[in-house]
């Protein structure tokens, strides 16, 4: 009987690699990139084609400030765009929001829409957390204590 068949481990063959080695390391998960965020504030995008207005209409949604409607009867409604729902046309497909002088949801169809613009602040501008670090990092290099960072006033 040979070492192997009584049990005996040959340390001179590779190791088995044990089941969960492949699996991604926790900590290395818990630092992801972070999100590029163009900057849209007074941005007005060209309307001129369908695929135009639905792609600045996503944007619209993931804005977060007011954007400013006008439609191609003339008429102008500024807001929060809180919803968007695409149908097969732009006639089938509405945005929704809320108008920044009323508490009354409105919705206005894409066809509708002659021009969009990025009017309001974008309340999140500069907010990321890598800013929030470098704020952190600057007061607490500065001796500060008690190092809380307040929210600002949204106006």
Not at 12 to 32: C, G, K
Not at 78 to 98: C, H, N, P
């Amino acid at each position: 009987m040979t070492g192997k068949e009584a049990g005996h481990i040959d340390h001179a063959s590779p190791q088995q690699t044990p089941p969960h080695a492949n699996v991604l390391n926790a900590d290395a998960l818990e630092v992801a990139p972070g999100t590029a965020h163009e900057k849209l504030e007074g941005w007005i995008p060209a309307l001129a084609s369908e695929e135009e207005v639905r792609s600045a209409l996503e944007k619209a949604f993931d804005y977060r400030g007011d954007v400013t409607i006008t439609r191609k009867d003339g008429s102008v409604v500024e807001g929060y765009l809180f919803d968007r729902r695409a149908g097969q046309t732009l006639a089938e497909s509405v945005v929704r929001l809320y108008p920044k002088d009323s508490r009354e949801k409105l919705s206005v169809s894409y066809a509708d829409i002659a021009a969009l613009a990025f009017t309001g602040r974008d309340t999140a501008a500069g907010k990321s957390w890598e800013a929030w670090m470098k704020k952190y990092a600057e007061k607490k290099a500065a001796g500060e204590t008690n190092i809380a960072l307040e929210p600002e006033p949204l106006d």
